[in-house]
């Protein structure tokens, strides 16, 4: 199948997957658009809301319909590195046996990560970077395709451990959950205050996925889009030329390269759910609040005016 035809069968089938969701998950378009986004991307994603706004139904759901195995770590402050990965035991017969942590599905969700003291939130980084973990010498892969959905809740500052800036900056996108509209809500109660159960069947198999992750990469993009990536990313650097007055007023630190790289393979897939073939941009736009969001570091002056990030990056439009 040439790459034309399959970026328009990817459309349709995007379409479907979307429907399969919407089964369970009301509203939160924009939330699934960018997870989704992110698996086809194959990075991973940091969803930061109020507790009850059903982030752990949504990705569940999200892996239902998608055909991966799933599994989810409560962090908690005492919880070990070894609680993720797994640990070696003695069997009966006196040889060490390697039992898998849940840190071996397709799809993790990593709930309330910034519960869990550094050391084991670092347990997390070589998978998420690797595909693979090490545990006593020994190197172990992750199947594909592997993606990590982490959960923070932005209200309870006590107890818990912020993600340092490096591990931040390992999630392609930072979402931002809000509560739903009033018709939206209202919605939510009547489906999930009756005993009607909802089935969602899988639509991909983890190999189609793995073989739309690729097409994406093959997409092509023009010079000036992936310019306008790197010229975009360079602005939020306060200490270079680039920078405008409201970068270099309110922020400490700017994005790394891999934000620009993050934005473009981002773009090509926001590009492909549309039906075009390369990215333009548009496209960059689209995704460059949820790339760049928690990469900017605000200094005091920000947080005292109450500059947000998102008012910071509509500047380097």
Known sequence: MSDVAAVEQ???RYKDLKAEIAKVIVGQDEVVNQILISIFSGGHSLLIGVPGLAKTLMVNTIAQALGLDFKRIQFTPDLMPSDILGSEILDEDRHFKFIKGPIFANIILADEINRTPPKTQAALLEAMQERAVTVAGHHYKLSLPYFVLATQNPIEQEGTYPLPEAQLDRFMFAINLSYPSFTEEVEVVK???????????ALFSAQ????????IRRMPVADNVVEYAVTMVGKTRPNTDAANDLVKTYIDWGAGPRASQNLILAAKTHAAIHGKFSPDIENVQAVAHSILRHRIIKNYKAEAEGVTEDKVIKSLF
């Open 191 to 201: 489906a999930t205050t009756t005993d009607k159960q909802v089935q969602v069947n």
């Open 10 to 12: 990817f459309v349709k």
């Open 208 to 215: 189609e996925i793995i073989d739309f992750q690729q097409l």
